[in-house]
């Protein structure tokens, strides 16, 4: 298992992609998760690559694939399809993404359009030979002005999915923190899908317990906030150490979304988290 980043391009940012990937190399972030949704970026990731040294081991494009927009969802999987390509081409295993949510049909009506959707894409990927590690993030609202939703979001529907399309292509990103909130618990998630793993996303999640006492959880989920790993729920010690006992071999991506660390998403793309999130893994991945 190495130590990386999730690093996006955003297109918020002239020279975007040099300033990002310089920082990673002079940082020592050699192993990399690049996500974005500008197809543009990606596809100049292969000289970027070679110039900076790096090892991109995922590329990560979650969009809304069950949306109720034709136009839109031919745009979205035709989208997908490049990024696997460019993945096979820059030498990247993975393809991080979403399954999408389609909110006006419940949940046997979205499975079975995950089925009709996703069979031909994971028939691509196979043949590819890149993996596709669903997200676990529920993706509520709306990221960026894009509307996404996830059915992938808990053990219940991982188990239905999996046995939808039952392909060594498809499996799992496992992101704890968004087991949290949900009160799942992420330690037994290892040890019951570890088949399915194919990527991990280092980021916690802090409960407010006042606030939830308060309020309940059904507000605007304003009772639990996304942490750096070390300041929210999970012990990090115990998952790490079962992710090794269950033989994963992957990237344990930092992805820093933190109200006091800063934000990967944001301007200075959240670089002190990242060099803390390191700080704290080091004892553990030495």
């Known amino acids: 298992m190495k130590l990386g980043c999730l690093m996006k391009f955003l297109g918020d940012m002239k020279d ?20 974005g949704r500008n197809i543009e970026y990606f596809a100049m990731l292969k000289d970027a690559k070679k110039k900076y040294e790096l090892n991109i081991v995922a590329l990560n494009f979650c969009f809304n694939f069950l949306i109720n927009n034709q136009k839109e969802q031919i745009e979205y999987i035709n989208d997908l399809k490049k990024i696997i390509t460019i993945a096979r081409e820059i030498g990247a295993k993975v393809v991080v993404t979403a399954t999408g949510r389609n909110p006006e049909m419940n949940l046997d009506s979205n499975l079975n ?29 709306r990221y960026r002005g894009f509307p996404i939703g996830n059915i992938a979001t808990s053990p219940f529907m991982w188990e239905k999915i ?29 040890k019951d899908f570890s088949k399915y793993i194919i ?22 989920g304003s009772w639990h906030r996304n942490r750096l790993p070390g300041f929210g729920e999970i012990n990090w010690s115990k998952f790490i150490s079962l992710l090794i006992e269950y033989n994963y071999d992957g990237l344990l ?34």
């Open 113 to 141: 359009l995950y089925k009709e959707i996703f069979t031909p894409i994971v028939e691509f990927a196979e043949k590819e030979e890149i993996k596709l590690a669903f997200e676990n993030s529920a993706f509520l609202g």
């Open 253 to 286: 991506s930092i992805e820093t979304i933190d109200p006091i660390w800063g934000n990967v998403a944001e301007d200075d793309f959240g670089k002190k988290g990242i060099l803390l999130a390191r700080s704290f893994f080091k004892s553990m991945m030495s």
């Open 162 to 190: 999996f046995k939808i399309l039952p392909s060594k292509n498809v499996g799992l990103t496992l992101d704890p923190s968004h087991l949290i909130w949900q009160f799942i618990n992420p330690y037994r998630a290892i």
């Open 199 to 220: 990527h991990v996303h280092a980021k916690d999640t802090e409960i407010l317990s006042e606030k939830l006492s308060f309020s309940g959880s059904l507000d605007d």
């Open 16 to 35: 975007e992609i040099n300033i990002k990937l310089s920082w990673a190399k002079e940082n020592g972030f050699n192993d990399l998760e690049i996500g």
